[in-house]
């Protein structure tokens, strides 16, 4: 059981790792919401279709399980909205870290509304996350200049807020309804409210729709919308099956940071910011130490 978490979660890293570089790439030259929408778009209408070839007869109907699964799908194109429009100002190798912090809104959601307890090691873990994104999104130095935060990493810790709340109602949902429907609906959902939102949105900018038609081609843009599919796949089957070490595969998971921030050195040619990484590698070993607990 303990290895089933571990490959699930590293599939999800490794996944999403890629994912988040390519998307980063390609939102230099769409934006960030076109990116999300499209990201979004890409891995539901492929999810969609496996869905219907192959899972149909998983199919249980539920109404808190479609409560909780809808519920999740409006968190996620809250984060996505958010993230991929902090990995538009970036810098990515500081916005990616701060985004996979949702573990930690996942503990704490499911202590205060689910009666999960929290262990000493939890707590530690809990602290060295927050001071993590404390260093990586310059909060000590912004507040003794008297600046206000960049828009890069307050976005991605919001995308983090939502995503841990996405993965607390997909957890809840699982229960009731599976995972396959859970997955459906949720990559459903964040389609369908991220696509009317984006002429809203972005109401001054000019050649929306053929935007629209060359990101739907683009390689960067369908490699990160296949592979974000892959993650969130792997890592719903994960919290299906292997039990109470669902935390475990969901931490694991949030380590795919390490592999954009080393794509983004190497390939976006982002300068080298030494306190900001390390304060934003901390909170990914801050979500490591949180999952020991």
Request: aromatic share 10%.
């Amino acid at each position: 059981m303990a290895l089933l978490a571990v490959i699930f979660g590293l599939i999800s890293a490794i996944a999403w790792g890629i994912a988040d570089f390519a998307a980063a790439k390609a939102s230099k030259s769409f934006g960030g919401l076109t990116t999300g929408v499209l990201v979004t778009a890409i891995s539901a209408l492929v999810f969609d279709v496996v869905y219907a070839l192959f899972f149909r007869s998983h199919t249980t109907f539920n109404e808190t399980g479609l409560g909780y699964a809808l519920a999740s799908g409006m968190a996620f194109t809250i984060a996505n909205l958010a993230f991929y429009k902090g990995l538009e100002y970036g810098p990515v190798s500081i916005v990616s870290p701060l985004g996979s912090m949702y573990p930690l809104v996942t503990t704490l959601l499911l202590v205060l509304l689910f009666g999960s307890s929290l262990h000493f090691r939890q707590a530690i873990g809990i602290v060295v996350v927050m001071l993590g994104v404390a260093v990586a999104s310059g909060v000590f130095k912004r507040v003794r200049g008297g600046h206000k935060l960049s828009r890069g990493p307050l976005l991605g810790m919001c995308g983090a807020f939502f995503w841990g709340l996405a993965w607390t109602c997909i957890a809840q949902a699982v229960k009731h309804i599976g995972w396959q429907l859970t997955a459906a609906v949720e990559l459903t959902c964040s389609t369908l409210l991220f696509v009317p939102l984006l002429p809203l949105l972005n109401r001054a900018e000019h050649g929306l729709s053929r935007k629209l038609l060359l990101g739907i081609r683009n390689v960067l843009m369908i490699t990160a919308g296949l592979l974000m599919m892959l993650g969130f796949l792997a890592l719903s089957i994960g919290i299906d099956r292997v039990g109470n070490l669902v935390a475990t595969a969901v931490v694991i998971s949030a380590c795919y940071p390490l592999i954009t921030v080393f794509l983004a050195l190497r390939r976006l040619k982002e300068e080298l910011q030494p306190i900001p990484l390390a304060g934003a590698l901390a909170g990914v070993v801050g979500i490591v130490i949180l999952s020991l607990g």
